[in-house]
Every structure is written in C-alpha cells, then in structure tokens.
C-alpha cells in the first residue's frame, strides 16, 4: 500500500517559491491501477517523482508497505526503489543498448548474475510481445515497440508498484489502446499495483479502478471512476468527465433539452423508447458519452417540438435521468 500524508513540494525562486503539490493525501491499495489526472501545470509528474523520491518533498510523507521513504538511508531508499518500477512518456532506453540489454540493465545494477538476468529478460520481452525485437536497437523500433521495451525494463527487478508518467502521451490512439491493455494484464497476472498519471480521460476510463483529480497543486476530487463519470462534484472533473461543455454548441432556440447519462445500461434504447413513447420527432444536436463498465456516461443534447416537451420531461424523469432544460 501507497500512503501519501499532507505532501507538499516547493521550489525556491529567487524572489520566493513555486508550488508544485500542496497537502496531498492518497492512498492507493495493493493491486488496483489507480490513476492521476490534471491539467498541465497541476503537479501530477512532481507528485508521481515524489512517491518514489526521485523528488524529495518539502513537506508530508511517504509512507509504502508501512515504511517511511523519509526516514530511509540512502542505502535503504536505493534497495526500496527496486520495489517501484517507472516508465515515461520519453521511454528513456538506452540507445547503445539493444532491446534484451535494455531490460537487463536493472538488474546488472542490482548485482545479477548475467545469466539470470539474460533469461527475466527473455520473458519479459514475450510477456510485452517483443520477442522478436531482442537484437535490436531502440532507434529501430516503433514508438509503441519502446514504450513495451520500456515496460519490460521497468518490471526486470520484479516490483510490487509500475509507476506511468503521461507513459502513453506520445503514442497514436491504437498503440495507446494496446499499451494499456498490456499493463491491464500485467496488473491482472502479475499482481503489480500501477499509478497512472495523464491528462486524458480516456486513459482513465480504459484502465483505472480509481482516480484523483488534480487542480490549483492539490486534490479536487478522488473516487472510483464510475463514481467521478457519474456525478463529478469539482468543476475540474466536470471539465475532464464533460468537456463538450465547451465545445457544444450554442443552443438557444426553444425545445433543447440536455440529457445527462450517469450510468445508465448502454443497452438500454433511451432515445428509441422516448420517440415511440412520446411519439415524437428528436433531433439530436449534439453527443458526447462514452460506456464504463457496461455504463453509459457523458451527455446529448436534443430538440423536441414544442407540444412535445412536457411529455419528453416526464419520460425523462420516469425513467430516472437527469436533464435540464437549454
């Protein structure tokens, strides 16, 4: 288990200080992937360097598997770190290196013998699917083929905790797809706990169990993901669960009606029953929902006729979705 305690990182300026994180409190249980989102600037990467002390922070705790990160000798934080696997949106191979060295070097550091390390490597590099890739060398490879390289690099010492740092930020949307379907099933098969830091949604809806939400340096909002889809409480979550707030359009015209979705079956033919039972005409003018977990979330805007709204209301209402009226 992951404990964040009132953490806070400041760095001086000449003519004072820049805060990166202000009193942070997380705790993220063995085996889930929890995520961590926020606009740039939030402090989502100060946040993820500090659980592992790459960044020491200026104030609070880190506490994993019972342990205080501050209170470690060097020596102690160097063996600790093993524990914490890291990847990030530059992928940070080792161009001299071909892809199998990569995955080895980790564990050259930590004093393996060549042939133990030669051989994690190995099924390593078949449990991310780049078996065939082991003689080459990273300005060979895709940038999705690095980032699995990477992957594997991160997971040669066997750690408990896969950190990502924005680790899909530089892919297509199919690679980024596929990449984080490996780590569901690294976390699914191995067991290992994965923090997600990004700025995109998507990533969040696809993977984590749970997500905190960053605003102004510190938590707006922290809950499971179905929860935050479904009823965002802080204007930055809206922001990130409903961003077609600001690109919908300008509806000013009678009869548009917006329909909030916050969980509903995605089976279920809401609009299809709401023109038959109604018998009416919708046009939709705009839509933006996604499925969780079987769950529709997002929203729609339409346009019924006049002598129509009142009836649409009430299907509405009866069929318990939330609307307001444009």
Do not use: W
Not at 231 to 249: D, H, Q, Y
Not at 251 to 274: H, Y
């Amino acid at each position: 288990m992951i404990e964040i305690k009132k953490l806070s990182k400041a760095y001086p300026l000449a003519d004072g200080e820049l805060i990166a994180v202000r009193d942070i409190d997380l705790t993220i249980n063995d085996g889930e992937i929890f995520g961590i989102i926020g606009l740039s600037g939030a402090g989502k990467s100060t946040l993820v360097r500090c659980i592992n002390f790459l960044e020491r922070p200026t104030s609070g705790e880190v506490i994993i598997d019972g342990q205080s990160l501050g209170e470690l000798s060097k020596r102690e934080l160097l063996k600790t770190r093993q524990n914490i696997g890291m990847i990030f949106q530059g992928f940070n191979l080792l161009e001299q290196r071909n892809v199998v060295k990569n995955v080895c070097y980790p564990l050259e550091i930590a004093g393996a013998k060549r042939a133990d390390a030669l051989r994690r490597a190995v099924e390593l590099l078949e449990l991310v699917g780049l078996s065939d890739k082991a003689k080459a060398y990273p300005s060979q490879l895709s940038g999705g083929q690095k980032q699995r390289a990477a992957i594997a690099r991160a997971l040669a010492a066997n750690p408990k905790y896969l950190l990502c740092d924005e680790a899909t930020s530089a892919l297509d949307p199919d690679t980024t797809a596929s990449i984080l379907e490996l780590m569901k099933r690294i976390n699914r098969t191995l067991g290992v706990t994965i923090v997600i830091i990004t700025h995109e949604m998507r990533v969040i809806d696809s993977i984590c169990d749970r997500v905190a939400v960053l605003d102004n340096h510190t938590v707006a909002e922290i809950g499971e993901v179905r929860e935050i889809f479904s009823n965002p409480k802080s204007e930055i979550a809206r922001r990130f669960v409903l961003p077609e707030k600001r690109n919908a359009p300008n509806v000013t015209e009678n009869g548009a009606i917006r329909i909030i979705f916050n969980g509903e079956n995605s089976d279920k033919p809401i609009i299809s029953n709401l023109v038959t039972e109604c018998e009416t005409a919708v046009n939709i003018l705009h839509a933006d929902t996604r499925e969780l977990d079987g769950k529709a979330f997002g929203q729609m805007i339409i346009r019924v006729r006049d002598e129509d709204r009142e009836r649409v209301k009430s299907f509405l209402t009866e069929n318990n979705l939330n609307f307001n009226e444009i």
